[in-house]
């Protein structure tokens, strides 16, 4: 069974084991003595971490987000090669799991070449759609604060380009998310055919990740989010307490069962994830991630916040249309 107590210890390990991160990473060699050539760069964490979900068997997913420009430092492969193994010595001294997809992330996102192509067909180039989704959607930063808010609120323009425009809607970031969660989706069903231990996948899609995409999806448009410092606000809470916040707002007798039956099967799929173990036989836990995999709770929950009175009907057909 779940316990509150066991969500607030995976929120303050989660807490503290950042602070060590970031402390690693601002004390080793290769950040402090590289500081000036690395000002235009930032490192964020995605996954349990920036849920404030995980747990000591948690692996750390990182990304690098750096700028190319003619007054700054320029990136290339050997800067990536200087950080990258760098991080892989931090990640190992500090007991993390190795990085997962054999580093497939482990690249710096140079910014200025990829703003232009935000929701073009080139957009998932190199997985940068991934790491941009991922930065909006959940991520803490690790190293340089002041970068990263930078990249944010740049990325955030880009989406509030047309916000002087009458009755402005997030349109184009509703449409990134929404192709985010379909990715995901598709991801998981070529993923499927290739692996025999898929129950941790499946039941991740189905709560953490549907959690992540679609408590976004519910804070803008409870909230009716149009606004850069709104956005800035939103990106700044865990995907929970977007969520919370949002029932909270509505506060129908309705909903608000749904919410408490839902948060019971959530922490209960936070410790079953934690107990999962890939390399060995888990008959009784794969059979439980099954079963709860099978509740359509956090579906009717989204539906009913949708179907609310107070939410803008424009939003809502948007969603079908």
Partial sequence: MYSLSSLEQKQQFSEEKLEEIKLKINSCDTFSSLSKELKNLCIYTTGSFA???????????IFIIGENTEEQHHYGKIDEIKIFSELIKINKELKFPEFSNDGEFLKIF????????IGSPSDDHHNWFTAR????????????????????????????????????????????????????????EVGRTHQKKWEKKNISLKFSRRLTVF???????????????????????????????SIEKLNTEKINLIYEEFKKEYYEFLDLKEKYNPTISNTDIAESLKKLGESNTFKKLISSVLLHESIDEDLRLFLIS
């Fill in 51 to 61: 849920r404030s979900e995980a747990t000591d068997k948690s692996d750390l997913d």
């Fill in 110 to 117: 140079k910014y200025n070449e990829v703003e232009e192509i």
């Fill in 133 to 188: 989704m991922l930065f909006i959607l959940e991520s803490k930063c690790i190293y340089n604060q002041e970068k990263y808010d930078d990249f944010i609120k740049r990325i955030f323009q880009f989406y509030l380009r047309d916000k002087d425009h009458d009755n402005f809607k997030l349109y184009f970031l509703l449409n990134d998310i929404l192709r985010f969660w379909r990715t995901l989706c598709l991801n998981y």
């Fill in 215 to 245: 408590a976004t999806i519910i804070y803008i448009f409870v909230f009716n989010i149009t606004s850069e410092d709104d956005l800035i606000n939103m990106i700044q809470k865990t995907p929970w307490d977007r969520l919370k916040e």
